[in-house]
């Protein structure tokens, strides 16, 4: 096992499209399209890598073997676990040896300069965040990437499962739907800025803003998490709780982990909210168990 290669930095753009390709053989490969988000600990179960939060300080760590297993910190929010996540299946696609993913502020300072780190992330990106998927979400809004407001950009990354920066990177380094100049203003925006300008005050909670043009019929959230959902929105059992009405929706809090649906009545409009155990250890397919109250 390795901290990362050392390999030459070949061509990026050749390795930009090598991850593309990868990324839909990956969704394909699993059933699923090409343009919605997904949940990344699925499509590692359907190429039969298992995936275990830990609680240790570190991004990720990719175990070649029988099964082949990703190890996530546990500590980590829960979009960065999803890229690392898929990025460490990257490692797995490529046929990359076991590696271990430091914190990335204590990783070396240009880690695309890695041919496999670079592999990893960009598939990580493409497998997440589909060119057609970003088309689509902003198209269905009536939105452009490039007139998008920080809460529009934000909205999106919510669907997506991925983090604001994140987003913008992918769009204008990977997909060249976003001035450069534009993803720099953007990134000057902080989500805390944001939260705090659609909550009316400063939270340390993270949030998920669902409108009805999400994509999905699931949203993941972990308990403590704040959930704006549309106006009207109600949910069949108390595992999320009513926070208060806001002019963009209706705000929730995560209580307890567990499956909630959530319905519109006068659209029907509808999801199914799972909710997982703050700060989660143990395999990916269990993190929405309820809790037995009679342990």
Same mark, same amino acid.
């Given at each position: ?19 593309? $390709? ?25 190429? %039969? ?56 502020? &204590? ?38 990437? &490039? ?25 204008? %380094? ?14 000057? %925006? ?20 669902? &409108?009805?043009?999400?994509? $999905? ?61 703050? %700060? ?16």
């Amino acid at each position: 096992m390795k901290l990362r290669s050392e390999n030459t930095m070949p061509d990026r753009n050749a390795l930009a499209n090598q991850a593309m $390709t990868a990324s839909i053989a990956a969704r394909t490969k699993a059933g699923l399209n090409l343009v919605n988000p997904i949940c990344i600990y699925a499509l590692c179960k359907a190429h %039969q890598v298992q995936v275990r939060f830990n609680n240790i300080n570190m991004e990720g760590m990719y175990q070649r073997g029988t099964p082949s297993r990703i190890h996530l910190s546990a500590r980590r929010p829960l979009p960065r676990r999803a890229f690392n996540c898929a990025h460490e299946l990257g490692h797995h696609v490529f046929g990359h040896g076991s590696s271990i993913d430091e914190l990335r502020e &204590d990783a070396k300072e240009n880690p695309w300069e890695d041919p496999k780190e670079f592999l990893a992330d960009s598939f990580a990106g493409f497998v997440l965040m589909p060119t057609l998927g970003m088309r689509q979400a902003f198209a269905k809004r009536g939105w452009k990437p &490039d007139s998008a407001t920080p809460l529009q950009i934000f909205q999106i990354a919510c669907e997506f499962g991925v983090g604001y920066t994140t987003l913008i990177t992918h769009l204008s %380094q990977s997909l060249n739907m976003l001035s450069r100049p534009r993803g720099t203003v953007l990134k000057k %925006q902080k989500p805390a800025a944001i939260r705090a300008a659609l909550l009316g005050s400063l939270s340390a909670e993270p949030l998920v803003i669902v &409108d009805t043009a999400w994509s $999905t019929s699931v949203v993941d959230v972990e308990v403590g998490m704040s959930l704006l959902l549309p106006t009207d929105c109600e949910p069949d059992n108390e595992a999320i709780a009513f926070v208060t009405n806001l002019p963009e929706g209706r705000l929730f809090e995560a209580r307890y982990p567990g499956i909630v649906r959530v319905i519109q009545p006068d659209t029907g409009w509808a999801v199914f909210v799972r909710i997982a155990r703050k %700060q989660y250890v143990g395999l990916a397919e269990f993190r929405h168990l309820e809790e037995d109250t009679d342990e």
